[in-house]
């Protein structure tokens, strides 16, 4: 099992632009969540989804969209840049809400 | 909403034991969580509380008291490799999914 994969490793974007940060996990895990983690900060959820075809708001979801079309791969995208925007989101999956989030190594995003 | 405080820094020798405390003000949870993070990399899970009390898993060990609004994580014989930033995160319950983190405390073992 590769577990929960992350590309890319590191991205860097001009203010405006727009990307996709692609997620996969190969447990066949029903949840899975995009946080972003700030310098010195505790990471903080973005997205999250509870099964295929079903999404929902985290605590800081503005600047962002998800769409879980399999019960795979979870993408996070990213529309107008902004230099807040500039975090290491990691992606995690776990088997249902009440065990362990198995994350992914990270994305590094700098918004310049 | 949820309130999470943890020391920033702590340092503590190879061999010792050191304690990472943990306090929380929240409406209601359903359990606890305490995940270590190296430098650069992904968050590994270390502990899962429901209960009150300690939770013991080789040299580390993970108390709650829901009474008092509080949690640690022991660590003992302190290894080099311990040093990493050490996150307590609150699970809320049904309906719920998300996990809401401290923002961490960094432990460094030193020689």
């Known amino acids: 099992n590769a577990g929960v994969t992350q590309t890319p490793k590191f991205r860097i974007l001009k203010i405006g632009q727009s990307m996709t940060l692609q997620c996969a996990q190969d447990m066949n895990h029903n949840y899975m969540y995009w946080y972003r983690q700030d310098p010195g900060m505790g990471l903080k959820l973005i997205y999250y989804?509870?099964?295929?075809?079903?999404?929902d708001k985290g605590e800081v979801p503005n600047g962002y969209n998800v769409s879980r079309s399999t019960t795979e791969d979870f993408p996070l995208r990213l529309e107008l840049a902004a230099p807040s925007q500039t975090s290491v989101y990691f992606c995690?999956?776990?088997?249902?809400?009440?065990?362990?989030?198995?994350f992914g190594p990270g994305t590094r995003l700098t918004v310049t | 909403g949820q309130n999470i405080d943890q020391p920033t820094e702590m340092t503590a020798t190879e061999g010792a034991i050191v304690q990472i405390n943990c306090t929380y003000q929240t409406s209601g949870f359903n359990g606890l969580f305490w995940y270590q993070q190296h430098a650069g990399e992904a968050p590994t899970f270390l502990s899962y509380n429901v209960l009150d009390g300690l939770e013991e898993k080789g040299r580390f060990s993970s108390f709650l008291s829901r009474s008092k609004g509080y949690s640690y994580l022991l660590l003992k014989e302190l290894q080099m490799k311990d040093s990493a930033s050490y996150l307590c995160a609150l699970h809320s319950g049904a309906g719920s999914y998300q996990l809401t983190f401290g923002k961490g405390t960094k432990l460094s073992v030193i020689p």
């Open positions: 995690a999956s776990g088997p249902d809400s009440s065990y362990e989030q198995y």
């Open positions: 989804s509870v099964g295929a075809g079903i999404t």
